[in-house]
Each structure stands twice: as C-alpha cells, then as structure tokens.
C-alpha cells in the first residue's frame, strides 16, 4: 500500500484543533443509549440519528474523521447520499470500526479479550472501495483484584498488532485502541501503573508485527482514578499522569493520540485534554486530541429524541461540544465556553 497516503491520512486525522467523532456503536450499543432514553430501537432511527449528526452545519471545523459501524457505512441520508460520501465531500475521512466486539477471555472469566481478526483482510478491501481511510480496534482492559493478567494484556495487544499490519496492507490507517477500564474502586496510581504495562506491551507488539509508526494513531484510556475510588485526581493531576504515561511508552514517531472519553461527564473530558496541552504545550513529540464517543454524543442524543422537530437543537448541541474539544486539543478551552 502506499506509504504517502497512509502517512497523509494520519497527519489529517490530527490536524491542528481538529478530533474524531467516534460514532461506531454496535447494534447493541447503539440500542441500549437509545432504550435508555425510550428511542425506538429501528434500523431507520439509527440512520437518522446519525444523519443528524453528520449533516450538523460546521462540525467539519472541528471533526478530522467520523468513525462509522458497519451498518451506517452502508447507509444514505434520506435524499439518498451515502454516509461515507456525505462525509468525504464534507472533507470528514470516514473511518469504520474493524472489531467484533470483547468477548469472555478463555481461562480468565474476568477479563476480555477482542475478536474479529477472521476474514479482516477482504473486509478491509471491501470498506476501502466504499471510501474508508482509516479503522478503529478497541481492546478492553479491566482493573480489579489480581486482574489484569499478562495473559489478557498480551492476547489484546497480539490482536491489535495484528490488526493495524492487516490494516496498513489495505491502505487504512489503523486506530489502535487499548482501554483501560475506568471501572473500579483503584486509585490513580494504579491507572498508572496498569496503562504503563498495557502501552508497552502494545507498542512491543506492534514492532514485533512489523507496524509503520507513523502510519498510525493511538487512541488511549486517560489515567484516571476508578469511578468508585473514594480519592477522585484533581483535573491537573489526571493531565500529568496520563502524559508522563504517554511520554514514557509512545514513540515519537505515532502522528497523535487521540483519547476516548470511556464514560467521563462530558466537560470532564474536555477539561482533562485542554489541560494536557495547557500544561505541555510545545513539550510533545505528537498531537494530543479526541476521539469521543459519548462526551461528544450525549447531550445531542438526549436533545434529539428520535424527533425531527429537534433536529436543529441536537445539531448545535453537538456542534457545541465539538467546539469545546477543538479548543481543548489546542489547549485553548474555558468552561466559560459552556454558557
Ligand atoms: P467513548 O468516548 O464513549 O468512550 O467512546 C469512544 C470509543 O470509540 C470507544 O471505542
């Protein structure tokens, strides 16, 4: 595959002040926000949610790319322009989730491990051809007693490594996505710890796998206190650990890391990335974005409702917080911003 155009995508993917909007949900991820808030769960109501979202005016300042499921790849706005078109003539690259999903790791009934490597090499030529030029994987990791198990660490960064080479091959940028769970009573100091060991054995991986660093982008877990931990990191403390964790395992040479949000309140999210390019700004060796899912989705979904009437509403919620995130990913943000 061409090297050029792999290594163009990437550096598009981070351009200055721009993230992704990752709009991948399963069918049962999709399903269960949707039933959440007495959505109806049909085929066309998720076309037309993520119509809404694509078609929201302006967000192509502040989205690089858009990752789509497999379901909304092959789908069209109402007047009958598929998504992945909509988006490129918007100049948003399409991206599409390559993973079938964590399943129960034999051998440890604890943890996950990520499935979907069978059949990946045609899959990617396929979505290819319908305009893809970048994919996500996301590898699950859960914190808890005695847990993770090298065994789960090394399956998942295995199958991601795997992945990103088939990827490459094809002329996709591969998203490489190792979570760690903010699930949990542990504290920051073992967030820390836990993502040290998962980001180097990841980056082990991908050299054993032969992987073009600079072909790539990963899309990291923040260091952040579990959910349950009654001691929560402060704003700034999150910022620090999560980029000395970065600066001490991710090669300078990876094009950016774009974060996931992983269930943080929204402003949350954007506080902790405006931080880290606040407090090291000109001091990284790659670009720091998003790579949101629900801190981006949440308020629009929650305005839109499955109505047409409140089409426009959601759109600006969105834009809203797409807004907030590109001034965050240039370290720019205030939560004046929010009024
Ligand atoms: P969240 O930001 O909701 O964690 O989703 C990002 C994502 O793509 C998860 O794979």
């Given at each position: ?5 792999l290594?163009?995508?990437a ?84 991206g599409?989730?390559l ?25 990617i ?9 970048f994919a996500k994987w ?22 991601l490594a795997?992945y990103a080479a088939l990827c490459q091959?094809g002329?996709l940028v591969p998203i490489v996505e ?28 991908l050299?054993?796998?032969?992987i073009d660093?600079?072909q790539m982008i990963l899309k ?120």
């Amino acid at each position: 595959m061409d090297a050029n155009e792999l290594k163009a995508t990437a550096q598009a993917m981070i351009a200055q002040g721009k993230g992704i909007l990752a709009a991948d949900e399963s069918f049962s991820t999709a399903n269960k926000r949707f039933q959440q808030l007495g959505i109806p769960t049909t085929e066309e109501m998720r076309r037309a949610y993520r119509e809404m979202l694509f078609t929201a005016p302006g967000i192509n300042q502040f989205f690089s790319g858009v990752i789509l499921f497999d379901e909304t790849i092959r789908q069209s706005t109402k007047s009958g322009i598929p998504f992945p078109q909509l988006l490129t003539d918007a100049g948003i690259l399409p991206g599409i989730k390559l993973d079938e999903g964590a399943k129960p790791l034999a051998k440890s009934p604890h943890e996950l491990v990520t499935e979907g490597l069978d059949g990946l090499r045609d899959r990617i030529t396929e979505y290819y051809k319908m305009g893809a030029r970048f994919a996500k994987w996301r590898a699950v990791i859960t914190i808890g007693q005695q847990i993770p198990s090298s065994r789960c660490i090394e399956a998942n960064a295995h199958a991601l490594a795997r992945y990103a080479a088939l990827c490459q091959d094809g002329g996709l940028v591969p998203i490489v996505e190792p979570e760690v769970l903010m699930d949990g009573d542990h504290t920051l100091e073992r967030s820390f710890e836990v993502h040290q060991e998962v980001l180097n054995v990841v980056f082990e991986q991908l050299y054993r796998a032969g992987i073009d660093l600079d072909q790539m982008i990963l899309k990291p877990s923040m260091v952040i206190s579990g959910v349950d931990c009654p001691e929560q990191g402060s704003i700034e403390a999150v910022a620090k650990a999560t980029v000395k964790c970065l600066l001490d395992a991710v090669p300078a040479s990876v094009p950016g890391c774009a974060f996931l949000s992983g269930g943080q309140a929204d402003e949350t999210a954007t506080a902790h990335l405006n931080a880290m390019n606040q407090i090291f700004a000109g001091e990284l060796p790659w670009a720091l974005t998003f790579s949101y899912g629900r801190a981006l989705q949440q308020a629009a979904m929650q305005t839109w409702m499955g109505e047409d009437a409140n089409v426009a509403a959601a759109q600006k919620a969105l834009y809203h917080r797409a807004q907030c995130n590109s001034a965050a990913a240039l370290g720019q943000y205030d939560s004046g911003m929010e009024k």
